[in-house]
């Protein structure tokens, strides 16, 4: 393998127990699964598991309030490294029996440990709450979520194009600078440029192709940055193509003044710099703009595939 880095991380990943507090989480999730799937069979309509990383409990209950209104159709999961304060840690495992949406891992809230984070994450709602038909959606804490246009995405035909669907990064390098907290030295990293990758804000995918990737994930070596590793290192190994989701996705603030359309997926709000007025405003204009949720996507997004051999 091209890529050198360490795979002690991943001794956990293998390991299947201990690694979870969930309080009622699993409990719920297998609830919702279940209604999930009472509801695809009858109503022929595909449900979204949201699966957010955020350690930030006022994110988290922003994040709650956007969902709310497609609740029936969108289940949310934060998934949250453990605390080394313990005043702290037990705040968190009490906000995860209340709500019944947190799954605290058995990890240190760590950037070096991001990667490790998605994937424990991943295999928890592999095991617990993932009916087949259902998409799964990774967010980042800052993202604003046009629940109305993603439900209408995930059931419309562009959901055929296999792959994980996301913003596509292509021929981007590592950075070598000694002073950058993403500084990635040569050992860590050999080769000058990483394969195709998403953008971690914000991607999704069906569950088959989620397990895919942890699967292949022990048998790669443990790279820290996230969304390198997981849909770019992995993905390249597992031969998982990539739907790239541009025309969708507003990652940073744009020249002129920023709207968001009707088929707008997400909004990084931290890189737009947007303030809560602003965020508010954004989601007042996506509440008129979805009086309906039949769109078309399939025109404007692009596939990239992997090569295989």
Not at 233 to 243: E, M, P, Q
Request: glycine residues 4%.
């Amino acid at each position: 393998m091209s890529n050198t880095g360490k795979n002690d991380k991943l001794d956990v990943l293998r390991n299947k127990h201990g690694q979870f507090y969930f309080g009622d989480a699993a409990v719920e999730c297998l609830k919702r699964a279940a209604e999930m799937n009472d509801r695809i069979k009858s109503r022929h309509t595909r449900d979204i598991s949201a699966a957010c990383q955020s350690s930030n409990k006022t994110k988290r209950v922003a994040l709650r309030w956007v969902c709310a209104p497609v609740s029936e159709v969108i289940s949310i999961l934060f998934f949250v490294g453990s605390s080394t304060d313990a005043r702290q840690q037990r705040v968190l495992e009490s906000e995860a029996v209340r709500e019944g949406d947190i799954v605290v891992l058995n990890i240190t809230e760590d950037r070096h440990n991001l990667s490790l984070k998605f994937l424990l994450g991943a295999r928890w709602i592999l095991e617990y709450c993932s009916p087949d038909s259902a998409t799964i959606v990774k967010i980042d804490a800052d993202i604003l979520v046009n629940v109305y246009a993603l439900s209408s995405y995930v059931n419309s035909n562009v959901m055929w194009l296999t792959g994980i669907h996301c913003v596509v990064y292509k021929n981007i390098a590592p950075v070598r600078k000694r002073t950058s907290e993403w500084y990635v030295s040569k050992d860590d990293y050999t080769l000058e440029v990483y394969p195709n990758y998403c953008a971690g804000d914000a991607y999704f995918m069906k569950p088959a192709l989620l397990s895919a990737i942890v699967d292949a994930a022990v048998l790669v070596p443990y790279f820290w940055i996230e969304d390198v590793y997981v849909t770019g290192i992995v993905g390249d190994f597992a031969n998982v193509n990539l739907v790239d989701i541009s025309g969708h996705v507003i990652l940073s603030k744009p020249r002129n003044l920023l709207r968001v359309s009707a088929t707008t997926l997400f909004v990084n709000t931290r890189l737009a710099r947007l303030s809560d007025n602003r965020k508010s405003s954004l989601w007042k204009d996506i509440l008129q703009r979805n009086k309906s949720m039949q769109r078309e996507y399939r025109k404007n997004v692009e596939v990239y595939y992997r090569s295989v051999g």
